[in-house]
């Protein structure tokens, strides 16, 4: 059993511009960044409350135009995209303001259609990382040119996707300033591969990890920190995390579980009681964005389960225009409207996506204030609280 009063001192993680022009550096002093949760999820409140405890708060930058108008009625006459970026820029600015210009940044898809109009939204907003995957983000370092000290990160979650970027990245003069590495086998929503390779449990997290760390060695670019996503939930995985070569940590479900997540959103409270009740492991279900997609049983995703050998198109309209891999009108599902559903607390229709510590038994569940887990990842948790042993032998 692990010693539940844990003196250890993580360390803090630097990120630093590697823009030729830009001699940007950040320091947080613990090494810990929540993960963008995508529709809505992370929002200003979340990630300012993140950085203001010594981490780095991630906003997200994903179909916020839906959720947008369909809750808060705001940006109604605007098109799709202009109100997606509206919104960032809005969220950017005011989650900034929180943090009195400390460290804020931005998670995006690059499966979605506009991501270049949001990727240059968030740069112009002055953001400090964009951390972008749900595709390699091959042009990114293009996009961002003009903005030399906004730093950016690929997600990857296998060591030939990090070797890709790094080639690519390296090619254009502009190496990764982090990489963000997610276990398919653990992270919470879209999987960077196919279903057969989650299945033949290719690609662990200490083979990544390890293998990434190397290749970036090797590449000279030893000041480019590894971050670690996916399964982690308190200061004993963190550890074991760093351990394994990572610089830093990416945690999101557990993240989920605080008085911020989704405030913006009227708390989201649907979510957090299927996150704290539900005792089923988590599924794989189909998403129209073409890659497997972790969540909690719920009607809803039991309907697009990939234990089903088939499934039922829902005739639906296309009203956020999101996904490049969508095919509109004719796709299984309307991704942004179950997602939308999930914060508007709709058991039934909502698509509630988690990480694989949700549903595993001897998991510890409460809802915290950013500021209390903050100070259980950094001290551990409090004597009262089992360790999370069942993770640390799982994985
Ligand atoms: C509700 C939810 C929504 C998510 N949305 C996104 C997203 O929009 N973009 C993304 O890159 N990752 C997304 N993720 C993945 C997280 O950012 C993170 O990397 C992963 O869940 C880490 O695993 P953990 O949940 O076990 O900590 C999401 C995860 C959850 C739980």
């Not at 539940?4 to 950040?26: A, G, Q, V, Y």
């Not at 006459?77 to 969220?91: R, V």
Request: proline letters at 6%; one cysteine or more.
């Amino acid at each position: 059993m692990e010693s539940l009063t844990d003196n250890d001192i993580l360390p803090p993680l630097t990120i630093r511009s590697h823009h030729p022009d830009s001699k940007k550096e950040i320091t947080l002093k613990l090494p810990i960044i929540n993960g963008g949760m995508g529709v809505g999820v992370t929002g200003p409140e979340l990630a300012a409350a993140v950085t203001n405890e010594g981490g780095g708060g991630v906003l997200t930058g994903v179909v916020l135009n839906y959720p947008f108008k369909e809750i808060l009625g705001k940006y109604l006459d605007e098109e799709p995209y202009e109100a997606n970026q509206l919104a960032l820029a809005e969220w950017i600015a005011t989650a900034k303001q929180k943090v009195n210009g400390g460290f804020i940044g931005v998670n995006l898809m690059v499966a979605l259609h506009d991501f270049k109009e949001l990727a240059f939204t968030a740069a112009k907003s002055k953001v400090d990382l964009i951390i972008a995957g749900a595709g390699l983000p091959m042009a990114l370092p293009e996009i961002v040119s003009k903005f030399p000290d906004t730093m950016i990160a690929p997600i990857i979650s296998s060591v030939k996707a990090a070797r890709v970027m790094i080639r690519r990245w390296m090619s254009r003069g502009r190496p990764p300033d982090a990489m963000v590495y997610e276990s398919i086998h653990h992270s919470g929503g879209h999987q960077g591969a196919d279903l057969i390779e989650i299945e033949n449990g290719e690609h662990q997290p200490e083979e990544v990890i390890g293998g990434v760390r190397k290749l970036l060695d090797e590449n000279g670019l030893q000041d480019v920190p590894l971050i670690a996503a996916g399964g982690v939930w308190d200061k004993v995985d963190i550890k074991r995390h760093l351990a394994w070569g990572a610089q830093g940590v990416q945690m999101a479900s557990r993240f989920l579980l605080t008085n911020e997540a989704g405030a913006e959103f009227g708390g989201i409270s649907m979510f957090k009681k299927l996150f704290i009740e539900n005792e089923t492991p988590a599924i794989l279900e189909r998403s129209p964005a073409g890659l497997p997609g972790r969540a909690v049983l719920t009607p809803f995703s039991a309907r697009f389960a990939y234990s089903k050998s088939e499934v039922e198109k829902e005739p639906h309209e296309c009203p956020a225009v999101c996904l490049v891999s969508c095919e509109k009108k004719a796709s299984i599902y309307c991704i942004a409207h179950h997602l939308t559903e999930s914060l508007k607390n709709n058991y039934e229709e909502g698509l509630f996506f988690c990480g694989s510590n949700i549903g595993k038994p001897g998991v510890v569940k409460e809802l915290l204030s950013v500021k209390e887990l903050m100070y259980r990842l950094s001290h551990g948790e409090p004597v009262h609280i089992q360790p999370t042993q069942a993770i640390a032998e799982a994985v």
